[in-house]
């Protein structure tokens, strides 16, 4: 059993890490095994760079926090080694660095589950957020899509618009041609 002070400390990190599960917009578990230090390395430099908190956690301790978090789910994928990668603003950051590693390094990595804003999701569901493009990408194309219809119509009012003036030159040139 082990003592009070080093219980209390667990249940502090607990708490810590249930209050991370809660702020997240995305999270997502990964077996680790078999990753070597210049890869692991090379991984954490570029969750920095996409702003994701990635840590390896004993599976009792994401157990618990997420069962804090309201993220019972989890429990089925809490074996073996189990890194956490999460972000409080980007739901598809922690998916596009971890899938984009794994398929970097095939079979010693792997996404065993994850969460989005309180929901548990597979990692074909992951996997699937991963595959989507860039937010900056995402809201063009949203804007391109509304901005089509107006682009059309204003297209096809200038259409009938020079039409319009077509006719009216041709008139006016017949009137000009038959007076001279």
């Known amino acids: 059993m082990p003592n009070a002070k080093v219980l209390e400390q667990k249940k502090a990190l607990v708490a810590e890490l249930a209050e991370k599960m809660k702020k997240a917009a995305a999270g ?6 078999g990753i070597n230090v210049v890869d692991d390395t090379k991984l954490r430099a570029d969750m920095r760079k996409a702003d994701v908190d990635y840590t390896v956690y004993k599976n009792t301790m994401i157990r618990l926090a997420a069962r804090e978090a309201g993220l019972e789910g989890l429990d089925p994928f809490l074996s073996g080694t189990t890194a956490l990668a999460m972000s409080e ?8 660095v971890v899938v984009d590693y794994a398929k970097k390094i095939q079979g010693k990595y792997e996404v065993k589950a994850g969460f989005i804003e309180g929901r548990v999701v597979s990692a074909k569901e992951i996997e699937a957020i991963a595959a989507l493009p860039p937010k900056e990408v995402l809201i063009a194309q949203v804007l391109g899509g509304l901005n089509a219809p ?8 200038n259409a009938n618009l020079r039409g319009l003036v077509v006719a009216l030159n041709a008139i006016r040139e017949k009137r000009e041609s038959g007076a001279a």
Do not use: E
């Open 28 to 33: 997502v578990l990964v077996d680790y095994k």
């Open 89 to 96: 603003t980007d739901v598809t950051a922690p998916a596009k």
């Open 150 to 157: 107006i682009t059309g119509f204003v297209n096809v009012l």
